[in-house]
C-alpha cells in the first residue's frame, strides 16, 4: 500500500477514536489501531512529534458533533474528576478513563491538565455572565432584579456543582500564588470575567441603595458578602436520590428571602414581615 505523503491524512480520525494498543513491532516502536479507520501508526508520532494537527472542520465531523461538542464533553469529565478527586490528585488518565478513550483525545483538545482546569473555569464563568446579564440589565425595580439574581446563581451553583466548585478552586489557586507565571496570566484573565460578574450585582446594589430600597452601606462589601454566603453552598450541599427538585427549590426559596430581605431598608422590611403569615406558638 502506497504511503500518503500528508502524515495529517494518514491519521485523520485518531483522535476522536477509538483506537487501542497493539503492542511493540520488532524495531521497539509502539503501534496503535484506530479501530474506526483500521490505519496503523506510530503512537510515539502523535505523543511526542505531535504530528497530528487536524483542522477544526475535520475534528467536529464525528456523528455530527462540532468541536465544541467534544471540547465540553471532555470539560464535562475533567469538572466531575477534579471535583471528586482534587486537582493535585486527577490525572489526564483518570479523565480519559471515565470518557472511555485514551488520553491522546484529552491532549488533542487540551495542551495539559492546567490548560483543562483553567477551560472548566472559564466554562463556569462564561456560562454565569450568560444567565446574568439579561437579568441584570432588564427593567424591574432593584429588589425584583436582585432577587431573580440571586436566585438564579444559586440554581446555577447546584446544577453545576462541579464546575462551579473547580471555578473557585482557580480562585483559591490565584490568591495563594500556586501558579506559574503563564498560569497567573491566565487566571488574571479569568479574574477579570468573575469581576465583570461580581459587577452586575454591585449595580445592582448600589442602585437599590440610592433609592431607599436596600440599607446603605459599602455596595463591594455587600455584594461580595452577598456572593460569599451563597458560594458557600459547595461546601455543604450534596444531592438527593428523592425529592431532589423540592429540595433545590426550598434552598432557592429560603435563601433568596433571607439574603434579599436582609438588605431591605427598616421600613420595607417590617412591611415585609407584615404580609408573613404568624407562626403557630407551641
Known amino acids: 500500500m502506497?504511503?500518503?505523503?500528508?502524515?495529517?491524512?494518514?491519521f485523520a480520525g485518531l483522535a476522536q477514536g477509538p483506537w487501542r494498543n497493539a503492542g511493540t513491532s520488532?524495531?521497539?516502536?509502539?503501534i496503535g489501531i484506530d479501530l474506526r479507520n483500521l490505519c496503523i501508526i506510530r503512537t510515539s508520532s502523535i505523543y511526542q512529534a505531535g504530528v497530528v494537527r487536524m483542522s477544526e472542520r475535520s475534528a467536529?465531523?464525528?456523528?455530527?458533533?462540532s468541536l465544541r461538542d467534544h471540547r465540553l464533553e471532555i470539560i464535562e469529565a475533567a469538572a466531575q474528576a477534579f471535583m471528586r478527586e482534587g486537582f493535585t490528585s486527577t490525572s489526564v488518565d483518570d479523565i480519559a478513563h471515565s470518557l472511555g478513550c485514551t488520553k491522546g483525545r484529552v491532549y488533542y483538545y487540551f495542551k495539559n491538565k492546567t490548560a483543562l482546569f483553567f477551560s472548566v473555569h472559564e466554562e463556569?464563568?462564561?456560562?454565569?455572565?450568560?444567565?446574568?446579564?439579561?437579568?441584570?440589565?432588564?427593567?424591574?425595580?432593584?429588589?425584583?432584579?436582585?432577587?431573580?439574581?440571586?436566585?438564579?446563581?444559586?440554581?446555577?451553583?447546584?446544577?453545576?456543582?462541579?464546575?462551579?466548585?473547580?471555578?473557585?478552586?482557580?480562585?483559591?489557586?490565584?490568591?495563594?500564588?500556586?501558579?506559574?507565571?503563564?498560569e497567573r496570566q491566565i487566571l488574571d484573565s479569568l479574574l477579570r470575567l468573575y469581576r465583570e460578574y461580581e459587577h452586575l450585582f454591585f449595580v445592582v446594589v448600589e442602585q437599590g441603595m440610592r433609592e431607599g430600597t436596600f440599607e446603605k452601606g459599602d455596595a463591594d462589601i455587600v455584594v461580595k458578602s452577598l456572593l460569599g454566603a451563597m458560594n458557600w453552598i459547595i461546601m455543604w450541599y450534596r444531592p438527593r436520590a428523592d425529592n431532589e427538585a423540592q429540595y433545590i427549590n426550598r434552598i432557592c426559596d429560603n435563601m433568596t428571602a433571607y439574603l434579599v430581605q436582609g438588605l431591605m431598608?427598616?421600613?420595607?422590611?417590617a412591611r415585609g414581615r407584615s404580609k408573613e403569615t404568624p407562626r403557630q406558638k407551641s
Open 265 to 269: 431598608s427598616g421600613n420595607r422590611r
Open 2 to 10: 502506497a504511503r500518503s505523503s500528508n502524515p495529517g491524512r494518514r
Open 124 to 182: 463556569t464563568i462564561q456560562a454565569n455572565l450568560r444567565d446574568m446579564r439579561p437579568i441584570a440589565s432588564g427593567s424591574k425595580p432593584s429588589a425584583a432584579k436582585l432577587e431573580s439574581m440571586v436566585r438564579r446563581h444559586i440554581q446555577a451553583i447546584v446544577e453545576r456543582l462541579p464546575f462551579q466548585r473547580v471555578s473557585l478552586m482557580g480562585l483559591e489557586m490565584q490568591i495563594i500564588g500556586r501558579t506559574s507565571p503563564e
Open 26 to 30: 520488532r524495531s521497539g516502536v509502539e
Open 60 to 65: 467536529g465531523r464525528g456523528k455530527g458533533r
